[in-house]
T-cell receptor, first 110, second 114 residues
Framework: KQEVTQIPAALSVPEGENLVLNCSFT??????LQWFRQDPGKGLTSLLL?????REQTSGRLNASLDKSSGRSTLYIAASQPGDSATYLC?????????FGTGTSLTVIP | KAGVTQTPRYLIKTRGQQVTLSCSPI?????VSWYQQTPGQGLQFLFE???????NKGNFPGRFSGRQFSNSRSEMNVSTLELGDSALYLC?????????????FGQGTRLTVV
């Protein structure tokens, strides 16, 4: 069974810092990996989608990488802002369903 | 383009009752998946519907069921509610589902069982 782990579980940084969130998965037989953001009590907002054949995707201050063979993905956030405070979830798509990590709770301190 | 719409946003039910949640996917999307989110278990897959047929199913008891209509709207039903069913229920829509497509989530329905 696919297991997805996110490290760290929580992270607190001062505004302006660059940061990296990590996601690892146990089975490399995935079709794609998606990063989401979740604000308290709300749904999931899609940030980036990386297909299994891709190495990275970029959107604004966000950059996600994927190393399928080693079962790892990272989400890089540049020049963090207080509005980036949220929980970040990664999810791997096996074709039948998404398997989610437990998330990294990010707090950006003004 | 309207996003994924889930109704109602909040529900309070009593143990033993049943409940129906609704999800309207993005226009043109044919795949609808349901997930349960709890603090202890995180996000867990319930089932996926595509063209009115359940295509994939997670590991939940038979009290959890769903259906999809010809306009791709989906409903999820939970019978004989238990306290442990209290959770945020999220619906995701995608054009086809499966291996290559991106999922878009609704705001969720917060179910509280008392």
């Amino acid at each position: 069974k696919q297991e997805v782990t996110q490290i760290p579980a929580a992270l607190s940084v001062p505004e302006g810092e660059n940061l990296v969130l990590n996601c690892s998965f146990t089975d490399s037989a995935i079709y794609n990996l998606q990063w989401f953001r979740q604000d308290p009590g709300k749904g999931l907002t899609s940030l980036l989608l990386i297909q299994s054949s891709q190495r990275e995707q970029t959107s604004g201050r966000l950059n996600a990488s994927l190393d399928k063979s080693s079962g790892r993905s990272t989400l890089y956030i540049a020049a963090s802002q207080p509005g980036d405070s949220a929980t970040y979830l990664c999810a791997v798509n096996t074709g039948n369903q998404f398997y989610f990590g437990t998330g990294t709770s990010l707090t950006v301190i003004p | 383009k309207a996003g994924v719409t889930q109704t109602p946003r909040y529900l309070i039910k009593t143990r033993g009752q049943q409940v129906t949640l609704s999800c309207s996917p993005i226009s043109g999307h044919r795949s609808v998946s349901w997930y349960q989110q709890t603090p202890g278990q995180g996000l867990q897959f319930l089932f996926e519907y595509f063209s009115e047929t359940q295509r994939n199913k997670g590991n939940f008891p038979g009290r959890f069921s769903g259906r999809q209509f010809s306009n791709s709207r989906s409903e999820m039903n939970v019978s004989t509610l238990e306290l442990g069913d209290s959770a945020l229920y999220l619906c995701a829509s995608s054009p086809q589902g499966g291996e290559l497509t991106e999922a878009f989530f609704g705001q969720g329905t917060r179910l509280t069982v008392v």
